[in-house]
């Protein structure tokens, strides 16, 4: 079992920035897992954000982030960041950390390990 803890939400101006962070505790071997930030706002489905493989030179971001949003990771320390940066107020959603062993995949049904969800919301 990987057991993820998310940190780091809040309340933030638009343009403002936030840095979420991600931390697993787990019997595995966190660095052989991929990790990745989802995000999912009322009413909506819930939608990949960024994703980055175990070895660190593999990342994608989603469109609407692209540009805005840093994912990144330390291994060391297994934890996963999102550093968010001119956020909009579409941005606003309850953002997960999940994990899975393996390489990246975009698809939400494939990633094993959940965490609890932090709440961004970005006023206008």
């Known amino acids: 079992q990987v057991q993820l803890v998310e940190s780091g939400g809040g309340l933030v101006q638009a343009g403002g920035s936030l840095r979420l962070s991600c931390t697993a505790a787990s019997g595995q071997t966190f660095s052989i897992y991929t990790m990745a930030w989802f995000r999912q706002a009322p009413g909506k489905e819930r939608e990949i954000v960024a994703t980055i493989n175990w070895s660190v030179d593999w990342t994608y971001y989603a469109d609407s982030v692209q540009g805005r949003f840093t994912i990144s990771r330390d291994n060391a320390k297994n934890t996963v960041y999102l550093q968010m940066n001119s956020l909009k107020p579409e941005d606003t959603a309850v953002y997960y950390c999940?994990?899975?062993?393996?390489?990246?995949?975009?698809?939400?049904?494939?990633?094993?390990?959940w965490g609890q969800g932090t709440q961004v919301t970005v006023s206008s």
């Open positions: 999940a994990s899975r062993p393996g390489q990246p995949v975009l698809d939400s049904r494939g990633y094993n390990y």
